[in-house]
């Protein structure tokens, strides 16, 4: 029962860290998107 009461969570660091792993290029990605798209429009 002692083992139950200690848990590993994961760190506010980790989580910002791995955000900005996935959401930085995403960003990239989608705004090269919208430049590539606006030249159809154009």
Do not use: E, S
Request: a neutral charge; zero cysteines.
């Amino acid at each position: 029962m002692a083992d139950t009461d200690r848990q590993t969570g994961t760190q506010a660091w980790q989580l910002v860290l791995a955000w900005a792993w996935v959401g930085i290029p995403l960003t990239l990605g989608v705004i090269q998107t919208l430049i590539n798209g606006m030249k159809l429009f154009q």
